[in-house]
């Protein structure tokens, strides 16, 4: 007993020694653009874009909806093409929904989860609100399974760049990336003065993340059931 005891504390005390550090660039100094190419080196693809999201809406979409490219990435475009499908009968009477999933590539279940949404709900939904669906925000970071883009920039905080800055906050507004200028130009030029809601992450049967779409609202929990 005395013995299992033991290894129980060596096992804790292990898990609780903080974990060594990165090998690129030094803690508390931000990476050089040396460091941050050495980053992306690194990088490797370890799944497709183009057969895991780009072949599914490439097929025919659901009745009602049409397919509209909204930009690329300018390190591969034809590798990158920028994709989002939207209720063809778009109607200034009706309230806006945007879904979008992969903002950091490496959250597989919001692409899915997205790509789901559209070919077995959006259609049943599409005569009460206007609904846009961009699956894979970005598709290098699903690709190498990355949080970051190729410049190493977390995308998720760049879609407010004008937002406010408040002291003390984990996180803050920063510039714009080329995934994020591609959407939020192309919502833009939808002219909805007010959407509904934003869709964060969809995975069938776990909570999701809702909200306005404006930077810092609270966000609401959600189930969606087939």
């Known amino acids: 007993a005395a013995a299992l005891a033991l290894e129980y504390l060596l096992r804790r005390r292990r898990r609780a020694r903080p974990p060594p550090p990165y090998h690129i660039g030094r803690l508390g100094v931000p990476w050089s653009s ?14 497709s874009y183009h057969d895991e999201v780009l072949t599914s809406l490439q097929a025919p979409l659901p009745e009602g909806f049409v397919l509209e490219k909204y930009g690329s990435l300018s390190q591969d475009p034809e590798r990158y093409p920028l994709y989002a499908a939207r209720t063809r009968q778009w109607s200034a009477t ?58 190493a920039v977390d995308p998720n905080r760049s879609f407010a760049p004008d937002g406010p800055h408040v002291e003390g906050r984990p996180f803050n507004p920063e510039a714009a990336t080329e995934e ?32 306005p779409l404006s930077f810092g609202s609270p966000l609401l929990s959600l189930r969606l059931t087939p």
């Open 34 to 47: 040396a460091e941050r190419r050495q980053w992306v080196g690194e990088r490797t693809v370890k799944r």
């Open 94 to 151: 009706k309230p806006s929904v945007l879904i979008t999933g992969g903002v950091h590539g490496y959250e597989t279940s919001g692409v899915q989860g997205a790509l789901l949404f559209l070919r077995s709900f959006a259609q049943a939904y599409s005569s009460t609100f206007n609904i846009v669906v961009a699956p894979c925000v970005s598709p290098w970071g699903y690709e190498t399974i990355q949080r970051w883009t190729i410049d």
């Open 180 to 211: 994020s200028s591609a959407l939020i130009s192309y919502l833009k030029g939808l002219d909805v003065p007010q959407w509904l809601m934003h869709l964060v992450r969809c995975r069938l049967s776990i909570p999701t993340h809702l909200g």
